[in-house]
């Protein structure tokens, strides 16, 4: 049947259905009528899809049962369920570095300084041309980039990889120097600039990267600030941190994204505060919500926020994935682990969407 004349429903309101469809749905159904094939290329489409997705954020996590067995990742949906795939298609062994808008940023375990990206859904991947600089192996202290970040605009299909870190100290180089490599996905060439910086970064600082608004923002070690590269203009720059924020004494604080906007989030031993950032310019943070941990008190300790929206947040613990419901306030167990694992969930866990994203 052809949807477009026989259909009982608009060509509209099909397109609505099929544009919450989870993508490998989405192409079983391309072989119903040439219509539905020719959606996956079309640009309405796609915008219809990924505005869909983007309310929608998941958590990708990197399970390893034990140090003999392979990792393989599952992907946790408030409205779906868990389900697991694997990057095989990329033919190397990766972990992922970062993730935004659909697309993951994996490096190569076997070879370093080798980074991909990829669409996990859609399984379309991209080895990122090797850069004429060699920071890559220079980076101090082990080789590695301090901070890998990627930003994907749904907007215009593009990407950027961010690798960045301070300089191994040889010569009479500053301590302080810091390199960034940016990759663009348009001109499909590295470009290097530098700067000097005094901030340090755990790895739960580095993992939660969060872009928004043309830049890239990462937590500080100290959670004094949050540390902001401007892709526009490759600039660093500094944002404070919500006044009310109170670091140490019990209290940890982290970095997500919250319907397009940063967001804040810190937990103490009895509270879970949620702030937003309206205003990029004038640095205005407003508290959202104030979530009482007094049903999970036993969890508080090991709890580590991944993604949110307005209507829910997902939370990662030691073995488990959790999700608390705002409007409900009601808390669920969404995913345990059931070997013993090697690492905790939240050591390897990131935000993620499903969307129409071309990396090639």
Sequence with gaps: ?????????????????????????????????????????????????????????????????????????????????????????????VKVRASCNGLLCCSSI??????????????EYKLLPKSRERPVTRFHP???????????SLSTQKFSVVLAGYHRSF??????????????????????????????????????????????????????CILVLDLYCDLWRKIQLPDEVGYGSGNRI?????????????????WMNIWVLKDHGKEDWHMVDRVSLRCIRGLVPGIFPISQTSEYVLLATHKQVLVYHRNSRVWKEMYSVKNSSTLPLWFSAHAFRSTIFSCQ
């Design 1 to 93: 049947m052809n949807p477009q004349k026989d259909g009982v429903f608009p060509d509209e309101v099909v397109l609505l259905i099929l544009a919450r469809l989870p993508i490998k749905s989405l192409f079983r159904s391309k072989s119903v009528c040439k219509l539905w094939y020719r959606l996956c290329t079309d640009k309405y489409f796609i915008q219809l899809y990924n505005e869909a997705s983007v309310k929608n954020s998941m958590v990708l996590v990197e399970v390893t049962e034990s140090l003999e067995s392979k990792s393989s990742l599952i992907c946790v949906n408030n409205y779906r369920g868990v389900s697991e795939f694997s990057l095989d298609f990329m033919k190397d062994r």
């Design 110 to 123: 076997p070879d370093k300084g080798v980074y991909y990206v990829c669409n996990p859904m859609t399984r």
């Design 142 to 152: 082990d080789g590695e980039a301090t901070l890998v970040g990627l930003a994907c």
């Design 171 to 224: 010569g009479h180089r500053p301590e302080r120097t810091f390199i960034c490599l940016v990759f663009d996905s348009e001109s499909n060439k590295w470009r290097k600039f530098v700067s000097l910086q005094d901030d340090r970064f755990t790895h739960m600082n580095r993992n939660q990267v969060v872009f928004v608004n043309g830049a890239l923002h990462w937590l500080t070690e100290s959670c004094s």
């Design 254 to 270: 982290y970095l997500l994204e919250s319907d397009g906007c940063v967001s804040v989030i810190q937990i103490s031993e009895a």
